[in-house]
């Protein structure tokens, strides 16, 4: 199984007048999909700020997202307290269009998924502060969430691939090759030693 370090414990915390108006919002009338199991994913491990409603079957009911890109073009980098603000400004209205879309109301989620790690500390605090209240107001479990291993998994919510497979993750901060046995069960077999290939990318830019 991977195992790296926690993340930095920085947190934005809502308010609870915030999240109960949040979850006021909601008019679906329950009992729709009550023999299905819905989790509520939550992405904001860097620069963008992402939502999802998936069933039991790997099925995107529906999905949000707010790229922060033409952001960070303009300044030729992630600035990680920029993240963080612009993932703040966002959080809730990508969360609250996922839930529109996929026509599921919070009280109908079975769980809400998170990525607590790894990746920048201000962005993925956003989205836990956001999500352990979301969690703590619907009393609903709530399931930490590896960013490399669902970066992994997601080929399962399309192919038709059983474990164990092969998989070789390149991004821009991390680079590794794993057999994954299981969910949650990887052997780690081989990661980059000092730079991913997004950093020697953007390094290679600079120079040129």
Known sequence: MLILNK???????????????FLRSFHFHPGKRLFHKLVLGIETSCDDTAAAVVDETGNVLGEAIHSQTEVHLKTGGIIPPVAQQLHRENIQRIVQEALSASKVSPSELSAVATTIKP????????????SLQLVNQLKK???PIHHMEAHALT??????VEFPFLVLLISGGHCLLALVRGVSDFLLLGKSLDIAPGDMLDKQEDFL
């Open 141 to 143: 479990p709530f399931i």
């Open 155 to 160: 080929i399962r919510l399309t192919n038709k």
């Open 7 to 21: 993340t930095a414990r920085v947190f934005s915390t809502p308010s609870k007048r915030k999240i109960c108006e």
């Open 119 to 130: 990746g920048l500390a201000l962005s993925l605090g956003v989205g836990l502060s956001f």
